[in-house]
């Protein structure tokens, strides 16, 4: 999975001005940052997409000390979003654990994350991030 990721998904996301390593991104935007992040679970073979908002200069978690962009994760943020969840349902997950009689089922997963990328674009442009923060 993480190769038809980082050959699929991954040239998608530099394509649209994402920059930093697998699993977390970002993406500078006009006044705000969108994060992404991969989190595979460790029952299973699947995996989500979740994304966030956050200030574009960085913030304080609350606790330690401020965060530089290139440090911000979706993990740190409240309001955030797993991409495919609005199409499919709460908290949808790409799961990769049963093959298909045709195709490559790791191929179709990553894929199917390109697929739903404009919920991700609405999701971002319609979530403001003064909202997002985990509280102190």
Not at 33 to 38: E, R, S
Not at 61 to 85: A, H, Q, T, W
Not at 101 to 128: C, Q, R, T
Request: with cysteine.
């Amino acid at each position: 999975m993480d190769e038809a990721i980082k050959d699929t998904v991954i040239p998608f996301l530099r394509e649209i001005g994402f920059k930093g390593s697998y699993p977390h991104f970002r993406r500078e935007q006009e006044n705000k940052l969108n994060l992404l992040t991969f989190q595979f679970s460790l029952s299973g073979q699947k995996f989500v997409v979740e994304i966030s908002n956050c200030p574009i200069k960085g913030f304080n978690p609350g606790y330690g000390n401020d965060l530089k962009p290139s440090e911000c994760r979706v993990y740190y943020m409240n309001k955030r979003l797993r991409v495919g969840s609005i199409k499919n349902g709460a908290g949808y997950w790409y799961d990769f654990s049963k093959e298909p009689l045709f195709g490559d089922i790791y191929m179709k997963k990553a894929k199917e994350v390109i697929a739903n990328w404009d919920e991700a674009e609405n999701w971002w442009a319609n979530s403001p991030f003064e909202n997002s923060i985990k509280p102190e």
